[in-house]
């Protein structure tokens, strides 16, 4: 209503004044146009990337469920299953820092932190020995992408 106005008075007559009002109404509209651009590209750019890491989190879990495990009765799994899925694991969280260290410095800091290692003990259980600290450390950088993933807006 106030740029029509502006615009009503700019062909009426010829006043500088009307033409700086005209200006300045002109930038405000930019300005708040720039804004709710830029909220709307980075909600779409967040959003995008929280579904590359709810993937890269369910292949985390997905690893976590098939670590190689002797229940009672069984022999322990080979050297071999172990090395195997412990080179799984490194090729996983080195993809993951890749992707975080692409998003933020302060992401990449998140997941790499260690809260003190909340941890199932449970689940240590039926692992040999040899696994206990490459699945500590994987059930540390799933919380911290866990964490990461429901605070977006800080991280991403």
Do not use: C
């Not at 069984?74 to 996983?92: C, F, G, K, N, T």
């Amino acid at each position: 209503m106030i740029v029509a106005d502006t615009l009503r008075r700019a062909f009426q007559r010829h006043d500088a004044f009307d033409y700086t009002m005209l200006i300045v109404e002109v930038l405000v509209l930019a300005l708040i146009g720039g804004e709710i651009a830029y909220h709307i590209v980075r909600s779409f750019k967040i959003r995008r990337r929280k579904k590359r890491l709810l993937d890269d989190l369910r292949k985390g879990q997905l690893l976590l469920a098939k670590a190689p495990r002797s229940p009672i009765g069984r022999e322990h799994p080979s050297r071999e299953e172990m090395d195997a899925w412990i080179q799984l694991v490194h090729v996983w969280t080195i993809d993951t820092e890749r992707r975080l260290r692409s998003y933020s410095t302060e992401a990449l800091a998140a997941f790499i932190h260690d809260p003190g290692a909340i941890l199932t003990p449970v689940a240590l259980n039926d692992l040999h020995s040899y696994q206990h600290g490459t699945y500590i450390s994987l059930q540390r950088y799933l919380n911290n992408l866990r964490d990461i993933i429901e605070k977006s807006d800080v991280y991403l």
